[in-house]
């Protein structure tokens, strides 16, 4: 029987993270006795996960891992796990980051893909956190929803990316798809930030229709948000200064200038597929402008806002927004990256350990 989806756990540094996520992964099999799952870890990590945690989650899951020789980028790390993922034959790919937890829900969008000729559902992975106490969610309809290739372009054209748009980390994905994005391009995962490049890739072969599910297939598992990259991208001064850029060994940012906004990885993934000109004309000056101002307002270093908000100034000036959009631009007020809030607490101890009883708040059949 092959495995109705292959859960792929790229990791690096993250024991106690890495043993969350597999504990979220066994107490979905063990709710679905009768699903086949896989699990596929590709170890970045600068040790390797002791054999005896393995060993452990290996009495209920089918697991499969890998410690790298070298460390490797992000990019290399997922190319690597995805190539084992196709190994494993399964029906359909999802990708668990190491400080995500995995729901029930997964369950019912592997096998809705299974039966449609759709080759990307995506979830909500944003909306949700569990600590060890308590969790917080919206209202959720479960339902799904057909998109277009013209709503994917409308979307990415004005920087308004969420969990609706494919993204990697949202989605569950047909191996299909990957054959296709290894063909055209060289390669199952690439560029410098692994889910802005998939969404280009999206974009730049034309997927012509995709589902989105609304419902969280995967959740943020609070006491490790303090460790990701997105959390601590804007406390430094130097996006150059950082362990993922220099095993990256790409800039991928466009225009050039927007090097501190993580929307223009959007468009810089897309010019490593088009021509400058081309990626001009496909960005909606104004929209896009208003999303780079809304991430502007995110909490961050002095130095960083100060550079952040004179790139801007460029872009309207490249863009011709006008003095009142200029305006809009010199009276916003720096956040310091210290005032960073979470909806729930966010401590990295032990004791703030998830509690997976609370996940059943958020599935569909619970």
């Given at each position: 029987?092959?495995?109705?989806?292959?859960?792929?756990?790229?990791?690096?540094?993250?024991?106690?993270?890495?043993?969350?996520?597999?504990?979220?992964?066994?107490?979905?099999?063990?709710?679905?006795?009768?699903?086949?799952?896989?699990?596929?870890?590709?170890?970045?990590?600068?040790?390797?996960?002791?054999?005896?945690?393995?060993?452990?989650?290996r009495?209920?899951?089918?697991i499969?891992?890998?410690?790298n020789?070298?460390?490797?980028?992000?990019?290399?790390?997922?190319?690597?796990?995805?190539?084992?993922?196709?190994?494993?034959e399964?029906?359909?790919?999802?990708?668990?980051?190491?400080?995500?937890?995995?729901?029930?829900?997964?369950?019912?969008?592997?096998?809705?893909?299974?039966?449609?000729?759709?080759?990307?559902?995506?979830?909500?992975?944003?909306?949700?956190?569990?600590?060890?106490?308590?969790?917080?969610?919206?209202?959720?309809?479960?339902?799904?929803?057909?998109?277009?290739?013209?709503?994917?372009?409308?979307?990415?054209?004005?920087?308004?990316?969420?969990?609706?748009?494919?993204?990697?980390?949202?989605?569950?994905?047909?191996?299909?798809?990957?054959?296709?994005?290894?063909?055209r391009?060289?390669?199952?995962?690439?560029g410098?930030?692994?889910?802005?490049?998939?969404?280009?890739?999206?974009?730049?072969?034309?997927?012509?229709?995709?589902?989105?599910?609304?419902?969280?297939?995967?959740?943020?598992?609070?006491?490790?948000?303090?460790?990701?990259?997105?959390?601590?991208?804007?406390?430094?001064?130097?996006?150059?200064?950082?362990?993922?850029?220099?095993?990256?060994?790409?800039?991928?940012?466009?225009?050039?200038?927007?090097?501190?906004?993580?929307?223009?990885?959007?468009?810089?993934?897309?010019?490593?597929?088009w021509?400058?000109n081309?990626?001009?004309e496909?960005?909606?000056?104004?929209?896009?402008?208003?999303?780079?101002?809304?991430?502007?307002?995110?909490?961050?270093?002095?130095?960083?806002?100060?550079?952040?908000?004179?790139?801007?100034?460029?872009?309207?000036?490249?863009?011709?927004?006008?003095?009142?959009?200029m305006?809009?631009?010199?009276?916003?007020?720096?956040?310091?990256?210290?005032?960073?809030?979470?909806?729930?607490?966010?401590?990295?101890?032990?004791?703030?350990?998830p509690?997976?009883?609370?996940?059943?708040?958020v599935?569909?059949?619970?």
């Amino acid at each position: 029987m092959r495995p109705v989806i292959c859960i792929f756990i790229p990791t690096r540094n993250r024991l106690e993270a890495l043993i969350d996520s597999l504990d979220s992964v066994k107490r979905v099999k063990i709710l679905n006795p009768d699903k086949r799952l896989s699990v596929v870890i590709q170890d970045n990590s600068d040790v390797a996960c002791p054999s005896f945690i393995i060993d452990y989650f290996r009495r209920d899951l089918e697991i499969s891992y890998e410690k790298n020789d070298v460390v490797l980028s992000m990019r290399e790390n997922m190319n690597e796990g995805v190539i084992r993922c196709l190994q494993n034959e399964c029906d359909s790919i999802v990708f668990l980051t190491d400080r995500r937890l995995l729901t029930t829900n997964i369950i019912e969008v592997a096998q809705k893909i299974r039966s449609d000729s759709i080759s990307i559902i995506c979830f909500d992975h944003q909306s949700v956190w569990v600590n060890s106490k308590c969790i917080t969610h919206g209202k959720y309809e479960y339902q799904y929803l057909e998109c277009s290739e013209e709503q994917l372009i409308y979307y990415a054209q004005r920087g308004q990316v969420s969990w609706r748009q494919p993204i990697l980390q949202n989605c569950v994905i047909k191996p299909e798809l990957f054959w296709k994005l290894n063909n055209r391009y060289g390669s199952y995962i690439g560029g410098f930030t692994p889910d802005m490049d998939f969404l280009a890739r999206c974009i730049d072969i034309g997927i012509a229709r995709y589902k989105i599910f609304d419902g969280p297939c995967t959740v943020t598992n609070a006491r490790h948000v303090n460790k990701s990259l997105g959390t601590n991208g804007h406390k430094t001064s130097d996006p150059r200064a950082s362990e993922h850029y220099r095993l990256s060994g790409e800039e991928e940012w466009f225009p050039r200038y927007l090097e501190f906004y993580a929307l223009a990885t959007i468009t810089g993934s897309l010019q490593k597929y088009w021509s400058n000109n081309k990626v001009r004309e496909f960005i909606h000056g104004h929209e896009f402008g208003v999303a780079l101002l809304r991430e502007l307002s995110y909490p961050m270093s002095r130095t960083v806002f100060d550079k952040m908000q004179h790139a801007l100034r460029v872009y309207c000036e490249e863009f011709k927004l006008g003095d009142k959009f200029m305006s809009l631009v010199d009276t916003m007020g720096h956040c310091n990256s210290n005032e960073q809030r979470y909806p729930i607490d966010a401590s990295p101890h032990l004791w703030n350990r998830p509690d997976l009883n609370l996940l059943s708040a958020v599935e569909l059949r619970n």
